[in-house]
């Protein structure tokens, strides 16, 4: 090729045939995109925001939410670990101690909760006023929570010391300011609800 030759064109027909086989691609995609999310659906395995049969029993939460107007109705009402009149862990009928925890306002309330070491705690977290984020650090908690909506993640601290949680999704203004902390204690003896 010679300096005054121009650079070899696609064939219309060649170029037509690429742009069919990268159109065949993307509906071939499609398609199994769509049969995942049916198949998930179907065998239930995908994102629920609705509460497991182990907490559906709680009151004020009704499949997963709650009215976020209302808090006083339901165990939100008082964030923190659910203990016994001596202040003691109560463990619930799936054998985890339960916590309430509540984002809005660029805070997470309580600001400080103290848990055992070694003991499984289910963590109910809802939102106030806008989405959030919820981020256990050194753990796989990462959840996003909504008004409205309880997310309830079971974790279990294997020793002793200090974890926080954090928002990880921008909430306005405040943001930096959300991060709760997790003092993880030496266990005690939890209270069983069927001894209260």
């Not at 400080?112 to 908690?141: E, K, M, N, S, Y």
């Not at 991060?179 to 204690?185: A, G, H, Q, S």
Request: glycine share 10%; hydrophobic share 40%; with cysteine.
């Amino acid at each position: 090729m010679g300096a005054d030759t121009p650079p070899a064109r696609l064939d219309h027909h060649a170029l037509e045939r690429s742009e069919t086989a990268w159109l065949g691609v993307a509906v071939v995609m499609t398609a199994l995109l769509f049969v995942g999310v049916l198949a998930s659906v179907v065998s239930g395995t995908y994102p629920s925001l609705k509460a497991d049969a182990g907490h559906a029993h709680v009151g004020g939460i009704v499949r997963g939410r709650v009215d976020p107007k209302n808090l006083a109705a339901t165990p939100f009402a008082k964030p923190g670990l659910v203990v016994d009149a001596a202040g003691q862990p109560m463990v619930n009928d799936q054998g985890t101690l339960d916590a309430y925890l509540v984002a809005g306002n660029f805070t997470f309330q309580p600001a400080v909760l103290r848990v055992p070491a070694g003991v499984p705690v289910t963590l109910h977290v809802t939102a106030t006023d806008v989405a959030h984020g919820f981020q256990v650090t050194g753990t796989t908690i990462n959840a996003e929570i909504l008004p409205g909506h309880v997310a309830a993640l079971t974790v279990t601290f294997r020793h002793p010391g200090e974890q926080h949680a954090i928002c990880n999704e921008y909430c306005g203004v405040g943001h930096h300011n959300m991060i709760t902390r997790f003092i993880v204690e030496p266990p005690t003896q939890p209270t069983s609800k069927e001894t209260k």
